[in-house]
């Protein structure tokens, strides 16, 4: 079966923190997302990548970042952590670049930034 | 822009009683349809898609048609069971990032919880 792991369930952190928020797929996919689930508001688009060492701006990009070295590998940073980022952090991958592909998810992170 | 919009939550039901969640979309183009679920505790997985007009989708006794005359994909259950309290998403496809990339467009999801 298909496996997207997210290294924490919960993480606690402090304002101004630098964050890493890891995604792991054993399916040799093509694409990994990040999106951002928040209670009434769904999930929204921050980064996703096509490619290793490619990456592309999705929704709410503005204080992420993201790293792909390895194939397998999607990490997202958040290089000065706020409060306004305490959110629920689903990653995401699927095989190919297509409309009809279904999205595998990880089980998601929940971050409070105090 | 594309949209998604579905009915808002939570809805609470009795066991073996008949669901409908209703969505609409709003796009340019041709866009694949989908629907996922979320269970408590666990990230999103695909339930059913419809990639084109008139297509049915289905899976454990879940149903949605595409139709493209009213933008709906309404998902329908005839009998629910306790095990069916999850979160629910409407999704839909979006060319508009580097053309060929299927990127999805999510409604804000529609809270079900099914009482005994």
């Known amino acids: 079966d298909v496996k997207v792991t997210q290294s924490s369930r919960y993480l606690v952190k402090r304002t101004g923190e630098k964050v890493f928020l890891e995604c792991v797929q054993d399916?040799?996919?093509?694409?990994m997302f990040w999106y951002r689930q928040d209670p009434g508001l769904g999930l929204r688009l921050i980064y996703f990548?096509?490619?290793?060492?490619?990456?592309e701006k999705g929704d709410i990009p503005e204080g992420y970042s993201v790293s792909r070295e390895k194939k397998e590998r999607f990490s997202l940073i958040l290089e000065s952590a706020s409060t306004n980022q305490t959110s629920m952090y689903l990653c995401?991958?699927?095989?190919?670049?297509?409309?009809?592909?279904?999205?595998?998810f990880g089980s998601g992170t929940q971050l409070s930034v105090l | 822009g594309d949209s998604v919009t579905q009915m808002e939550g939570p809805v609470t039901l009795s066991e073996e009683a008949f669901l409908t969640i209703n969505c609409t979309y709003t796009?340019?183009?041709?866009?694949?349809l989908f629907w996922y679920v979320q269970y408590p505790g666990e990230g999103l997985q695909l339930l059913l898609k419809?990639?084109?007009?008139?297509d049915k989708g289905s899976n454990k006794g879940f149903e949605a048609t595409y139709r493209k005359e009213t933008t709906s994909f309404h998902l329908e259950k005839g009998s629910v069971q306790v095990s069916d309290s999850a979160v629910y998403f409407c999704?839909?496809?979006?060319?508009?990032?580097?053309?060929?990339?299927?990127?999805?467009?999510f409604g804000k999801g529609t809270k079900l919880s099914v009482k005994p």
């Open positions: 995401a991958s699927s095989l190919w670049a297509s409309t009809n592909e279904k999205l595998f």
């Open positions: 399916m040799d996919h093509e694409n």
């Open positions: 990548s096509y490619d290793v060492k490619m990456k």
């Open positions: 796009a340019t183009g041709y866009p694949s």
């Open positions: 419809a990639t084109k007009a008139d």
């Open positions: 999704a839909l496809s979006d060319e508009g990032y580097g053309g060929s990339q299927g990127n999805l467009i």
